[in-house]
């Protein structure tokens, strides 16, 4: 009971939804590529039961638990910390692994089409991501976001967070067929490690209210649930 108290999952309602993101997500992966084989696919698979198996998804900050505190920078250097966003609102915090990720392209956009909702609920809406910030300001230009993007160098507010994991050795040399992580998040932070695409609604006394947590990188959360908690919340 704890466990299903403390994971916000997606609703029905939105998962039937044609416009739902889990739609939209479930739609990507079955279009999938033709780089990627039978083979291939497999090895995601056990890398996703990995990540299940690892434990990190009860591992992870949850619903009540204090969220830690952070300050870290945008694609043009300006710095935002989580205590000045909370000072003005609840605060939606989610991660995405890369801009070479498409479900965390899909994932972002969905964020910004209900941005205004977020706003007019009173929240801001702030998304880390390891990528390094040039890298970020190509993600953020090519989904056209309006709101924070953070690098999280080396993955160390993940890691504060309960989030960090890492890629089996199969999927890291998939990776590294497709892309060069180091690329993306650099040198130090390595290819081997990554952070659940996780989101949280963190409130103005910094606790966690609600949250998604999910070992597949597939599933998101839903931003329609997002609104619909926030607007229940006033």
Known sequence: MKKLIALSLASSISLLSADSLAEKLKARAAQGSPKVTPEIKAEFADGIEAVRK???VDQAKK?????PEFTLKNALGKEVSLADELKKGPVVLTWYRGGWCPYCNIA?????EK?????????????????????ALTTIEKNKLEFHVLTD?????AADFGLVFKLTPEVEKRYRQFF???EFNGAEAGTDRLPLAATYVIGQDGTIKWAHLDADYRARAEPADIVAFLQNKK
């Not at 160098?153 to 507010?157: A, F, K, S």
């Open 54 to 56: 690892s434990g990190i």
């Open 63 to 67: 619903v009540g638990d204090k969220a």
């Open 108 to 112: 972002m956009a969905a964020m910004q």
């Open 115 to 135: 941005l205004p909702e977020f706003k007019a609920a009173g929240a801001s809406l702030i998304a880390l991501t390891p990528e390094l910030p040039d890298k």
């Open 153 to 157: 160098l080396n993955h160390e507010v």
């Open 180 to 182: 060069d992580l180091k």
